[in-house]
């Protein structure tokens, strides 16, 4: 079946650091790749999202490139602020189009 | 759009109790899903809808829980009787036309004591 492997939490940074959150895949077909963030209290939101190898996502600074090879969509910002402390889902789509998550990272980011 | 709206935003109440928790979707959504949040197991999808009729309700985890959606401006998500190990954040999300773009409510949190 299909699942979601993120790297382990949580992750804290000082502001400006460059962040990464590991991300593989397991998956029958093409799948859909995302990333979602949840705020403190609130509800997830979609953050960026790739369809199809070698795509990149991008949104608020954040870069994410579906390797199919590799089975991975690691998550990548280049300088993080105290206003990027979140948890991040990794998620996948597939034919049936029902989202799999993974476990999340929390990341603290400390100014 | 307000967004999808939950209610109540914190349910506490005693084993064996009734707990209904609601979901009001985004004008025009006509994908709505139900997900319960907890640390042991993350994520996990319970049901979901398309225009209003049940497609794929595997991920109810027994009888004791249901969902309804009677119109496309509200749903709901029954547990009865409550058990302790039903503590966690449900939440509710919608999509418009696809099943992968969704948007979340702020979840309900429920304490079964």
């Known amino acids: 079946g299909n699942s979601v492997t993120q790297m382990e939490g949580p992750v804290t940074l000082s502001e400006e650091a460059f962040l990464t959150i590991n991300c593989t895949y397991t998956?029958?077909?093409?799948?859909?790749l995302f990333w979602y963030v949840q705020y403190p209290g609130e509800g997830l939101q979609l953050l960026l999202k790739?369809?199809?190898?070698?795509d990149k996502g991008s949104n608020k600074g954040f870069e994410a490139t579906y390797r199919k090879e590799t089975t991975s969509f690691h998550l990548e910002k280049g300088s993080v602020q105290v206003s990027d402390s979140a948890v991040y889902f990794c998620?996948?789509?597939?034919?049936?189009?029902?989202?799999?998550f993974g476990a999340g990272t929390t990341v603290t980011v400390r100014a | 759009d307000a967004g999808v709206i939950q209610s109540p935003r914190h349910e506490v109440t005693e084993m064996g109790q009734e707990v209904t928790l609601r979901c009001k979707p985004i004008?025009?959504?006509?994908?709505l899903f139900w997900y319960r949040q907890t640390m042991m197991r993350g994520l996990e999808l319970l049901i979901y809808?398309?225009?209003?009729?049940?497609?794929?309700d595997s991920g109810m985890p027994e009888d004791r829980f249901s969902a309804k959606m009677p119109n496309a401006s509200f749903s709901t998500l029954k547990i009865q009787p409550s058990e302790p190990r039903d503590s966690a954040v449900y939440f509710c999300?919608?999509?418009?036309?696809?099943?992968?773009?969704?948007?979340f409510g702020s979840g309900t949190q429920l304490s079964v004591l």
């Open positions: 998956a029958t077909g093409y799948p859909s």
């Open positions: 809808f398309n225009n209003n009729v049940p497609i794929d």
């Open positions: 999300a919608t999509s418009e036309g696809t099943r992968e773009k969704l948007f």
């Open positions: 790739a369809t199809k190898a070698d």
């Open positions: 998620a996948l789509s597939s034919n049936d189009y029902k989202l799999s």
């Open positions: 004008s025009g959504h006509d994908y």
